[in-house]
């Protein structure tokens, strides 16, 4: 089974666990004055679908630590910033997930805006005014090129596990 085929497995493994929640719900127990909506097979019908739960929550389990078993052995090349950079799926899932933004938010970061500029501030010497200026300690044009590559990085990530998990077998 492919990581595609399996995460679309668990979805519907999800919606399967639901539905069997809500039918217990609503037909374990009923008042006297009314009738079993299975007859005398109310109890059995309860019992099966318990059992059925468990079965599928056995199955989801099953499933997510195949796909996180295979997160972390399969490794895959992307090219990233200009090289090729090799990592397993569970660490590009993380890079996708918070880390190429928090590198981005770091980034964004570097800059003078902070500092006040061009006003006019009289010398404490001699009273004459002096421009005020930045002095910054950072490049921008390698400030701007980070920025374009951690802005760019989830979306290079997402089109390439998109393919692997289309064509990755789970570990089982």
């Known amino acids: 089974m492919k990581i595609i085929e399996a995460l679309k497995h668990l979805k519907r493994l999800k919606i399967k666990a639901d539905d069997l929640k809500e039918k217990v719900n609503r037909h374990c127990a009923h008042s006297s004055i009314e009738q079993a909506e299975y007859g005398d097979k109310q109890r059995e019908k309860i019992r099966e679908w318990i059992d059925s739960y468990h079965d599928t929550v056995k199955e989801i389990l099953r499933l997510r630590v ?23 799926i569970a660490e590009w899932i993380h890079r996708r997930r918070d ?45 701007d090129k980070k920025i374009s590559e951690y802005r760019e990085e989830p979306s290079i990530i997402d089109a390439t596990l998109e393919i692997v998990n289309a064509t990755t077998d789970i570990t089982q």
């Open 66 to 88: 195949a796909i996180q078993k295979t997160n972390i052995q399969t490794p895959v090349s992307i090219e990233i910033h200009g090289k090729g950079v090799t990592r397993t």
């Open 99 to 143: 880390l190429a933004a928090m590198d981005l938010d770091l980034w964004k970061k570097v800059n003078d805006n902070h500092v006040q500029t061009g006003a006019l501030k009289p010398s404490r010497q001699d009273g004459d005014p002096i421009e005020v200026k930045s002095i910054k300690y950072y490049d921008p044009e390698i400030r």
